[in-house]
């Protein structure tokens, strides 16, 4: 397959489930539909590599990744990302949830090796799933070890649908509360007005003329690399992620970066293009074989957790006066992480909002909580979580 026939058919399947979630107002959300297509590609004529051979390189991927969640720091200010620690408490719940459900009722249906291996993927992103993966090879369980990855590539089908309905209703609560006055969107003059008063901005704003893609990138860029090379002076003993996004934090609260450097620079689409692609290309592992070999431990262990995640959530979220729906939705972003937190909560808001002003207001309420959550499941409690569970079998 010629690079530009793999860029065409990977965008085709983006954008397909672009058009099936925009005829359907978000209730059958793109990155399920995209999902689905990749995989049945997978059992077809898709090459496994054709993320890559589209001109997706790792390389790509990972300076997408840096790139992106520096950028998704500029968008919340230090103030905000300390409020949001009760966010932080109901996503830990969520997985609190999940290994409640696995290891005893799934325990009693499954075994113990089983829920132990399954759990971790299950509660997190790749790191986790490689983890348990490596950890039954050494003991000689190889079915358990393809468990572990078909668990982290195929637990999105249940995350995805699940998160666009509970934002969906979540997003209507709030528009009913906005439309009424109840609630209300800063103005851009307000935002600027916060920006400047901030005891923490030390450099004064750019002036627009430049303010050039290469400036807005170069700038951005600076603060991922001192990200990264913060994290592995420290051994990440924070994950490089999240190191990314709380430099993103300090350097657009400082002045160094403009808010949402990416957008003003046009380059979102093209970067979030790749990671998205990224992502389903996982879904190369999953082989028709695999997945009737384990099927019943897969379907049974994703319900077990999912339904001990809704529950304590749930729970802890009414005692922080959280909707269930937002609770929820903030917990399961366990099962996929970034960048579909964004792209689930940007679809909800497109379908919901009538204009312009409505989207904004949506996404400044919900997608705060859906990126820190995401952070706080996928990238430091599935990685704890795996470090202890390995050690279990």
């Known amino acids: ?25 978000a209730f059958v959300p793109s990155v399920f539909i995209s999902a689905l297509l990749f995989l049945f590609g997978f059992w077809t004529f898709f090459p496994p590599n054709i993320v890559e051979l589209a001109g997706f390189p790792m390389p790509v991927i990972l300076l997408s990744m840096y790139l992106l969640i520096t950028h998704m720091g500029t968008m919340l200010s230090i103030r905000e990302l300390a409020s949001q620690w009760k966010t932080i408490v109901i996503a ?47 003991k000689g369980m190889t079915d358990l070890a393809v468990l572990a990855i078909i668990m982290y590539v195929m637990q999105g089908f249940v995350g995805y649908p699940l998160t666009a309905l509970m934002l ?31 005891k923490f901005r030390l450099i004064p704003a750019m002036p ?16 991922a690399w001192a990200a ?54 996982g879904l190369a592992k999953a082989t028709p074989a695999m997945l009737v070999q384990i099927v019943g ?27 269930k ?31 312009e002003e409505e989207k904004k207001f949506l996404m400044d309420v919900m997608l705060p909580k859906m990126l820190v959550g995401g952070f706080t499941t996928v990238t430091i409690a599935s990685v704890i979580i795996a470090g202890i569970f390995v050690k279990l079998l």
């Open 325 to 355: 729906e937002m609770a929820f939705a903030v917990a399961l972003t366990a099962l996929y992480g970034f960048p579909p937190n964004y792209i689930l909560t940007e679809e909800a808001s497109k379908a919901l909002a009538e204009n």
């Open 208 to 223: 627009q003329k430049y303010q050039t893609t290469y400036m807005l990138l170069l700038k951005l860029g600076v603060v």
């Open 1 to 25: 397959m010629s690079l530009m026939m793999a860029f065409c058919v990977v965008l085709f399947v983006l954008a397909f489930g672009d058009v099936v979630s925009a005829k359907t107002k």
């Open 92 to 138: 830990l719940a969520g997985i609190a949830g999940i290994c409640l459900g696995t290891l005893t009722i799934g325990n009693l249906l499954f075994g113990w090796e089983t829920v132990v291996v399954a759990t971790p993927p299950l509660t997190g992103g790749i790191v986790a799933a490689i983890m348990m993966s490596d950890g039954a090879t050494a």
């Open 228 to 281: 990264v090379a913060f994290a592995a002076a420290t051994n990440e003993v924070v994950s490089k992620y999240v190191i990314c996004l709380i430099f993103g934090v300090i350097a657009a609260e400082v002045g160094f970066v403009e808010r949402r450097p990416l957008n003003l620079s046009g380059s979102f689409g093209f970067l979030i293009t790749g990671l998205m692609a990224f992502v389903f290309a």
């Open 168 to 198: 969906k209703k979540e997003g209507s609560r709030l528009l009913g509360l906005f439309r009424s006055g109840q609630m209300e969107l800063k103005t851009n003059d307000e935002v600027a007005a916060t920006e400047e008063k901030s």
């Open 297 to 323: 431990p897969l379907v049974g262990i994703i319900v077990l957790g999912v339904t001990g995640m809704a529950i304590l959530s749930i729970l802890l979220g009414k005692m922080f006066g959280y909707s």
